[in-house]
């Protein structure tokens, strides 16, 4: 299979050894975790909850070897390959494809603001041409609170227009789910092969009804399995209640930084506290703050196990 499989994705964390660098052992055995009892359908490493522009070259360019080593199914990995030098994005991307993963979640280049649209085209054609492969499959990467670089619905399909299968998708981190619609209605979605993620749970069947791919989310890490059961749910009250259950549980992540919320939790279920290290200039959880994060979710667990 080329493109990634729909469904629940966890945009990974990532763990690093004390002087910096990336674990590679770490992350790849965290992927496994998350595609069997952590519940993902799939893994999206190296975005932005995996704090990927701050991982060193060197590391990203290693890691997809690590993931073809440990047997991680190329078509449940979408790796993050965006860089704001269409050189470095291209040797990321490359790597990937080497390695048997055809499938790469490309930020716009963030450096410059206020880039043309051209420009933006010219970017992304040169890392499909540089490529040179029919299986590539590009999902674009809009986030624009961070990377200060919108993408247009009419870059977009005129993308889709040039390369056809190859710009496959997008992820849609706005946190606004009109945002998502827009992607979803211009583009038409699954009915046209086309895969919109948005990046919250909480929209998790609004998408689904109209043609959304699924869900790429930072909370994921430690909440799939609750959005699993939700997109198993049958219509009606039964959905309700799971879908209350799993916008709580997203509210309770978004009390808390992402990536460190998401890093403590996974120090406490693996009893390993090298997940707390994080990239400069993140910091991890103050042990107050901790403290008061363990105390929602256990809350959430209470919520959980009385509706059971």
Same mark, same amino acid.
């Given at each position: 299979? %080329?493109?990634?499989?729909?469904?629940?994705?966890?945009?990974?964390?990532?763990?690093?050894?004390?002087?910096?660098?990336?674990?590679?052992?770490?992350?790849?055995?965290?992927? &496994?975790?998350?595609?069997?009892?952590?519940?993902?359908?799939?893994?999206?490493?190296?975005?932005?909850?995996?704090?990927?522009?701050?991982?060193?070259?060197? $590391?990203?360019?290693?890691?997809?070897?690590?993931?073809?080593?440990?047997?991680?199914?190329?078509?449940?990995? @979408?790796?993050?390959?965006?860089?704001?030098?269409?050189?470095?994005? &291209?040797?990321?991307?490359?790597?990937?494809?080497? +390695?048997?993963?055809?499938?790469?979640?490309?930020?716009?280049?963030?450096?410059?603001?206020?880039?043309?649209? $051209?420009?933006?085209?010219?970017?992304?054609? $040169?890392?499909?041409?540089? @490529?040179?492969?029919?299986?590539?499959?590009?999902?674009?990467?809009?986030?624009? *609170?961070?990377? &200060?670089?919108? =993408?247009? %619905?009419?870059?977009?399909?005129?993308?889709?227009?040039?390369?056809?299968?190859?710009?496959?998708? =997008?992820?849609?981190?706005?946190?606004?789910?009109? &945002?998502?619609?827009?992607?979803?209605?211009?583009?038409?979605?699954?009915?046209?092969?086309?895969?919109?993620?948005?990046?919250?749970?909480?929209?998790?069947?609004?998408?689904?009804?109209?043609?959304?791919?699924?869900?790429?989310?930072?909370?994921?890490? @430690?909440?799939?399995?609750?959005?699993?059961?939700?997109?198993?749910?049958?219509?009606?009250?039964?959905?309700?209640?799971?879908?209350?259950?799993?916008?709580? +549980?997203?509210? %309770?992540?978004?009390?808390?930084?992402?990536?460190?919320?998401?890093?403590?939790?996974?120090?406490?279920?693996?009893?390993?506290?090298?997940? =707390?290290?994080?990239?400069?200039?993140?910091?991890?959880?103050?042990?107050?703050?901790?403290? *008061?994060?363990?105390?929602?979710?256990?809350?959430?667990?209470? @919520?959980?196990?009385?509706?059971?």
């Amino acid at each position: 299979m %080329t493109k990634a499989i729909r469904g629940i994705y966890a945009a990974a964390i990532s763990p690093f050894h004390a002087d910096g660098s990336l674990d590679h052992a770490r992350l790849t055995a965290y992927c &496994q975790h998350l595609l069997s009892d952590g519940g993902c359908d799939g893994v999206a490493p190296t975005g932005t909850t995996g704090e990927g522009t701050s991982v060193a070259m060197a $590391d990203r360019l290693a890691l997809p070897e690590q993931f073809a080593a440990a047997g991680i199914a190329p078509e449940r990995v @979408i790796f993050g390959t965006g860089a704001p030098s269409a050189r470095d994005c &291209q040797a990321l991307t490359r790597a990937c494809i080497e +390695a048997g993963y055809t499938n790469v979640l490309v930020l716009p280049p963030y450096y410059y603001k206020n880039p043309s649209d $051209d420009g933006l085209f010219a970017y992304y054609a $040169d890392l499909v041409e540089s @490529i040179g492969r029919d299986d590539l499959r590009i999902y674009l990467y809009h986030f624009p *609170q961070m990377s &200060q670089v919108p =993408l247009s %619905t009419d870059l977009v399909n005129r993308l889709r227009a040039a390369f056809g299968p190859v710009i496959a998708g =997008l992820k849609d981190s706005s946190g606004d789910f009109e &945002q998502s619609r827009a992607f979803i209605e211009a583009t038409g979605g699954v009915a046209e092969n086309f895969d919109v993620y948005p990046s919250s749970e909480a929209f998790l069947w609004q998408g689904l009804d109209i043609g959304s791919a699924g869900i790429i989310s930072g909370s994921t890490n @430690i909440f799939a399995n609750l959005v699993q059961a939700a997109r198993r749910a049958p219509e009606g009250a039964e959905r309700d209640a799971a879908m209350d259950r799993v916008r709580k +549980a997203r509210a %309770t992540a978004g009390k808390y930084p992402m990536m460190a919320a998401m890093k403590t939790a996974e120090a406490w279920r693996s009893g390993d506290d090298a997940w =707390l290290r994080m990239a400069p200039p993140l910091r991890p959880l103050p042990a107050d703050v901790a403290a *008061q994060m363990r105390a929602d979710l256990d809350a959430l667990t209470a @919520i959980r196990e009385s509706a059971n």
